[in-house]
């Protein structure tokens, strides 16, 4: 059994930051990459971040220069350091891990944090 959970979230004024964590536990046996997706009221899940086991980074557009994703691969955490935010960040964050177990290759997803930026 995996488990995804992600803190951090909160309430920020715009131009603030926050820092998100995702941390993946169970039978792990290799993560390939780990990533955040971010969900608005009335919009479909959309990608934020990601970030393989090498540190190959991906950044949606609107988050480029603001967001830095990073991962710990020994204690299976990823990061989303969130700065400048503006109040189009806010939404529902999930933590997602592409990742093996002795039985199979998947995606995994965390519960959420919810991030509101207010003006």
């Known amino acids: 059994q995996v488990q995804l959970v992600e803190s951090g979230g909160g309430l920020v004024q715009a131009g603030g930051s926050l820092r998100l964590s995702c941390v993946a536990s169970?039978?792990?046996?290799?993560?390939?990459?780990m990533g955040w997706y971010r969900q608005a009221p009335g919009k479909q899940r959309e990608l934020v971040a990601t970030?393989?086991?090498?540190?190959?980074?991906s950044y949606a557009e609107p988050v480029k220069g603001r967001f830095t994703v990073s991962i710990h691969t020994a204690t299976k955490m990823v990061y989303l350091q969130m700065n400048t935010l503006k109040p189009e960040d806010t939404a529902v964050y999930y933590c997602?891990?592409?990742?093996?177990?002795?039985?199979?290759?998947?995606?995994?997803w965390g519960q959420g944090t919810q991030v509101t930026v207010s003006s």
């Open positions: 997602n891990a592409d990742l093996n177990t002795r039985l199979r290759r998947g995606d995994y």
């Open positions: 169970g039978s792990i046996w290799n993560i390939y990459s």
């Open positions: 970030i393989t086991s090498g540190g190959t980074t």
